[in-house]
């Protein structure tokens, strides 16, 4: 299975910060690499799509990269609304697999 | 897009639970459902899809035997069930769609919780 760690596990931050979360596959996933929203009680929410491509209504502070193993989800000026945890996860291969998270909290 | 599922679940272990998920808002048939669970230790843990336009299905390894996906193409619903429960099933269960443009679940439904206890 195809092993995703994402760093880091958790941070804070304030409004108006501009974030970076990185996910490294223990293979290459080519550009097969997805990000999702989730908080407290609600199902996760899909933000980006193979590595870079916005998903429909995200805000576009929003922004993905990568390929191969090396992938990072950036959040431009954030917003209130933000403060969630983010996964990643790779459609490259069966299992689907998913980073443990990381929880970017209010500092 | 709405993906609507079934309610909570109480079983006691070595029982089954069967999860349903109700699609609309899109053609059913053209797109897979993925059925993923969540739990505070585990994570997001994929468990498998199916295709509800043939029935085909496809399993993660670690819940063949124990797991099975239909479809109701009549009702546009997908269910899971799994078998031989254990307290370690206790999570919530996710359906998830996929359009088959790359792999992402980009709509999902609200989640099941399914708690298994005696």
Redesign the interface.
């Known amino acids: 299975d195809i092993r995703m760690t994402q760093t880091p596990s958790s941070l804070s931050a304030s409004v108006g910060d501009s974030v970076t979360i990185t996910c490294r596959a223990s293979q290459s996933v080519s ?2 690499l ?1 990000w ?1 929203q989730q908080k407290p009680g ?5 933000l980006i ?2 590595a870079n ?1 916005l ?1 429909s209504g995200v805000p576009p502070r929003f922004s993905g990269s990568g390929s191969g193993t090396d992938f990072t989800l950036t959040i431009d000026s954030l917003q209130p609304e933000d403060f969630a945890t983010y ?1 990643c ?1 790779q ?2 291969i ?8 990381t929880t970017v909290e209010i500092k | 897009v709405q993906l609507v599922q079934s309610g909570a679940e109480l079983k006691k272990p070595g029982a089954s639970v069967r999860v349903s998920c109700k699609a609309s808002g899109y053609t059913f048939t053209d797109c897979y459902i993925h059925w993923i669970r969540q739990t505070p230790t585990q994570g997001l843990q994929w468990m498998g899809w199916i295709d509800p336009n043939n029935g085909d299905t496809h399993f993660a390894q670690q819940f063949e035997g124990r797991v099975a996906m239909t479809r109701d193409t009549s009702i546009n619903t997908a269910s899971m069930e799994l078998t031989r429960l254990t307290s370690v099933d206790t999570a919530v269960y996710y359906c998830a769609r996929d359009r088959l443009r790359g792999g992402d679940f980009d709509y999902w439904g609200q989640g099941s919780l399914v708690t298994v206890s005696s």
């Open positions: 550009n097969f997805n999702y609600k199902a996760p929410k899909l799509y193979t491509s998903h996964y996860q459609s490259y069966d299992p689907r697999t998913f980073g443990l998270g």
